[in-house]
């Protein structure tokens, strides 16, 4: 929908965190991050719970303030500004709509909270709920609104403001999947519109995909890696991120050697891997061997002597998934976890007790380095 009165004061703001820490005590919660959003992108900071994404958001909204390091908006300092001074639209998991004001008065409070006249208030407002799909909605009050649509207005309320940033934290926590699924990729669909600068704190590995251009994995108040989505799901650098990034099939082994793009590894067990994905790692060196399970093709019965990327196992268990069939290997004591199109195993897939190898090429063998 073209609203050129909203679009055209909207643009979003780079933010540049430099050596941002917080601790509570001797409790080091956040420990000397430095990140970069670009003006409009989408940065999303995944993790487990526990590992300093909030409190990183918190420390940019300006709601906790920073044991140490700098905070700024178009390299400008706000990291002692107070929060009404920051031009930040904000969006928790809690919506904390007003529940005695109308949709249109919930998404104009601020305005009015801010001096701004009347008419150009409900202006401003209406417009907001034209981009968030609520026109026709003002009337109503929140309780009468489903839980999508509770969402749309507290979205609308943060973006009213026409702010340089829109902070996010866990909005989807509290809507069904496939409700969440469709709100993200109308936020995203929104943001991109606003070009507007979007901080997502999110411990869905799925929902960061889908929404973020990047991706910061935090991991004990630390960034782990910081890439666009697909190289963070193809190329992750360490046994961390390839584990907490989607599923992962993990082997120990030795970097033997290198020869243009190619890399050789041994497992202590003595299979041979090869790899064309670029690693830091050196020739000597210990590293973690990934596949992802969507990478294997497997074939009945055990592979030839020598054979390059390939392992064989007994089959343990095969779990039905609408088009695509899991199949979990026994390899020397450990799981291997394979994912294939059902079309593609033909009419007699793997049954528990055989012996089935798993086979992938070099552009899917993945070199992380160890915790």
């Known amino acids: 929908m073209d609203n050129p009165a909203m679009t055209s004061k909207n643009g979003g703001g780079s933010v540049k965190l430099s050596g941002i820490s917080r601790s509570y005590g001797t409790n080091q919660v956040v420990s000397d991050v430095n990140l970069e959003a670009r003006s409009g992108e ?23 303030q920073p044991t140490s390091g700098d905070i700024a908006i178009d390299g400008k300092p706000i990291t002692d500004l107070p929060v009404h001074r920051r031009n930040l639209g904000m969006l928790f998991q809690n919506y ?3 529940p005695h004001m109308t949709v249109l008065e919930n998404v104009a409070f601020g305005l009015t909270m801010r001096g701004i006249a009347k008419a150009e208030m409900e202006q401003r407002a209406r417009q907001a709920l034209a981009l968030t799909h609520l026109t026709g909605f003002e009337d109503r009050m929140p309780a009468a609104l489903s839980g999508g649509q509770q969402q749309r207005v507290a979205l609308a309320r ?4 026409r702010p340089k940033v829109l902070l996010l934290d866990e909005p989807f926590g509290a809507l069904d999947k496939k409700l969440r699924e469709a709100m993200q990729i109308e936020l995203r669909q929104l943001c991109n519109e606003l070009a507007l600068t979007t901080i997502l704190v999110t411990h869905d590995q799925e929902e960061a995909l889908v929404l973020a251009d990047q991706i910061a994995v935090m991991r004990g108040g630390r960034i782990e890696q910081v890439a666009p989505a697909r190289e963070i799901y193809e190329r ?3 046994h961390f991120v390839a584990d907490f990034i989607g599923t992962s099939n993990f082997m120990s082994a030795t970097i033997l050697g290198r020869q243009e793009d190619k890399t050789t590894l041994r497992s202590a067990t003595g299979q041979v891997f090869e790899s064309l994905v670029p690693s830091a ?3 000597g060196q210990k590293a973690i061997v990934a596949v992802r399970p969507e990478s294997v093709r497997l074939s009945p019965g055990a592979p030839s002597e020598g054979a390059v990327n390939a392992v064989s196992g007994q089959v343990i268990r095969t779990v039905f998934k609408g088009q695509a069939l899991s199949i979990w290997l026994d390899i020397q004591g450990s799981e291997f976890v394979c ?9 007699a897939p793997p049954q528990s007790g055989e012996v089935w190898t798993a086979r992938w090429s070099p552009e899917r063998t993945l070199i992380v380095r160890e915790q």
């Open 158 to 161: 943060a973006i009213v403001y």
């Open 339 to 347: 994912s294939l199109p059902v079309d593609s195993l033909g009419t």
């Open 42 to 64: 989408i940065l999303a900071l995944l993790g487990p719970s526990g590992c300093g994404k909030t409190t990183t958001l918190r420390m940019i909204a300006g709601l906790v």
């Open 96 to 98: 904390a709509l007003f």
């Open 236 to 238: 992750p650098t360490s």
């Open 281 to 283: 790692l050196g020739v």
